[in-house]
Nanobody, 117 residues
Framework: QVQLVESGGGLVQAGGSLRLSCAASGSVSSPNVMGWHRQAPGKQREWVAFITEYGRTAYADSVKGRFTISRDNAKNTVYLEMNSLKPEDTAVYYC???????????WGQGTQVTVSS
């Protein structure tokens, strides 16, 4: 089992920034991929970004150029730096840990991000 603990959500004005963190513990092993998803009220959960252990990243078009994902492998922690936030970024953000090669997913409890206009 892998446990994920997220932090860093909150309320921010449009144009502001927030940094989310997610620490993985338990049966963490390589290879793996860590990422972020989000779910806005009344909408389906959507993928935001992922990063491999080797630093390869990918982003949803809606956040490209504004969000940056990074990780500290020694701490099994992934970060999401969110800049130029928009009201449409308001959602619960979920951390994902994907254990490879079986592609088994673990999820964090979610952290609320609210962007006011």
């Amino acid at each position: 089992q892998v446990q994920l603990v997220e932090s860093g959500g909150g309320l921010v004005q449009a144009g502001g920034s927030l940094r989310l963190s997610c620490a993985a513990s338990g049966s963490v092993s390589s290879p793996n991929v860590m990422g972020w998803h989000r779910q806005a009220p009344g909408k389906q959960r959507e993928w935001v970004a992922f990063i491999t252990e080797y630093g390869r990243t990918a982003y949803a078009d809606s956040v490209k150029g504004r969000f940056t994902i990074s990780r500290d492998n020694a701490k099994n922690t992934v970060y999401l730096e969110m800049n130029s936030l928009k009201p449409e970024d308001t959602a619960v953000y979920y951390c994902q840990f994907r254990q490879l090669p079986r592609a088994f997913d673990y999820w964090g409890q979610g952290t609320q991000v609210t962007v006011s206009s």
